[in-house]
Nanobody, 126 residues
Framework: QVQLVESGGGSVQSGGSLRLSCEASGYTVSRSCMGWFRQAPAKEREGVAVIHRDGRTSYADSVKGRFTISRDNAQNTLFLQMNSLKPEDTAMYYC????????????????????WGQGSQVTVSS
């Protein structure tokens, strides 16, 4: 059974840090394009950061320089290191994946990904 399980969310004050993890089971992250998305109440789901199977990454402008996406193939786990957190980063964060070829584009669109985790809440207070 393919499953993505997020962990590491929580509550933090503005300027603080959190590290999200997304552990894959029944699935190989090294053969996948993966990403982090977030959704705040009454807002659409938006892309935060994505990583290609070849290691290329892309970030939303709002998190560039503050967030870092990475992957540990041995642990079959995706990470999102979030530094200098702001209240506007408050949202439910989701891990997503899709098997992709080496020639596939690096996509920030949520609809392109077909495997999703259950989400992890991040709350940043001012």
């Amino acid at each position: 059974q393919v499953q993505l399980v997020e962990s590491g969310g929580g509550s933090v004050q503005s300027g603080g840090s959190l590290r999200l993890s997304c552990e894959a089971s029944g699935y190989t992250v090294s053969r996948s394009c993966m990403g982090w998305f977030r959704q705040a109440p009454a807002k659409e789901r938006e892309g935060v950061a994505v990583i290609h199977r070849d290691g290329r990454t892309s970030y939303a402008d709002s998190v560039k320089g503050r967030f870092t996406i990475s992957r540990d193939n041995a642990q079959n786990t995706l990470f999102l290191q979030m530094n200098s957190l702001k209240p506007e980063d408050t949202a439910m964060y989701y891990c997503a994946a899709r098997l992709c070829s080496s020639s596939a584009p690096l996509m920030m669109w949520a609809v392109w990904y077909n495997i999703w985790g259950q989400g992890s809440q991040v709350t940043v207070s001012s």
